[in-house]
């Protein structure tokens, strides 16, 4: 294994790579955890973001309140691989976004969620203030595959635990883009936090080891 990688203490992860890690169980974790170590010795390249553009039209449609037209400019300057997904995205952000008529622009910074070892980054794409005054944090769920409960579960749980920090007052809410679903629910059990201090240690030990 490389030695290269100088993981900081505690190593700190956004929150898609902790529940890409969570998602998955046995020797699929090492590869998670090797591909996490390997983007930590990278720069960051817009590139190799899939989602980049798009995400960043949803956002700028919902600054400039004109989502549409932004939306279908990005389709059309996206490269010609990506049209198909950006559309399916575009789609379904289209039929979320009654949901959101008469909201307010709440700003939003990052949160952290700080485990054993492992601080979890959480920042919401966007917040809005619903006209009863209740105020929601939205993290855009975007891939093809359907999100399991699970990973909203785990988000959830993570993003509220991150939200004084990220948002105070709110509440965090992960929308499945493409299916133009929400989860609101965020689990209770005392069991919950329990396990995620659990799998921040194994995933910290783990990637110390593949430099070691």
Not at 22 to 35: D, F, M, P
Not at 40 to 52: G, H, I, K, L, T
Not at 97 to 110: D, G, R, S
Request: hydrophobic content about 40%; overall charge positive; proline content about 8%.
């Amino acid at each position: 294994m490389s030695s290269t990688v100088n993981l900081p203490s505690p190593l700190e992860i956004p929150l898609n790579g902790f529940v890409d890690y969570l998602r998955t169980r046995g020797a699929a974790r090492v590869e998670v955890a090797t591909r996490h170590n390997r983007q930590a010795e990278e720069p960051y390249s817009p590139a190799r973001d899939f989602y980049r553009r798009i995400l960043a039209a949803i956002l700028a449609g919902r600054r400039c309140g004109d989502d549409r037209p932004v939306l279908e400019h990005a389709i059309d300057a996206a490269p010609t691989s990506r049209r198909s997904n950006y559309r399916a995205v575009v789609d379904g952000w289209l039929r979320y976004l009654p949901k959101l008529a008469n909201t307010e622009h709440v700003p939003v910074q990052t949160g952290r969620w700080r485990g054993r070892n492992l601080t979890v980054r959480v920042t919401p794409h966007m917040a809005v203030r619903h006209a009863d005054g209740t105020v929601e944090a939205l993290l855009l769920y975007l891939k093809a595959e359907p999100l399991p409960a699970a990973d909203a579960a785990a988000m959830l749980w993570l993003a509220s635990a991150a939200m004084p920090e990220a948002c105070p007052g709110a509440s965090p809410v992960v929308v499945d883009v493409r299916r133009a679903r929400a989860y609101r629910v965020v689990p209770t059990e005392r069991a919950f936090p329990v396990w995620l201090h659990a799998e921040a240690g194994g995933y910290r030990q783990l990637r110390v080891q593949l430099v070691d």
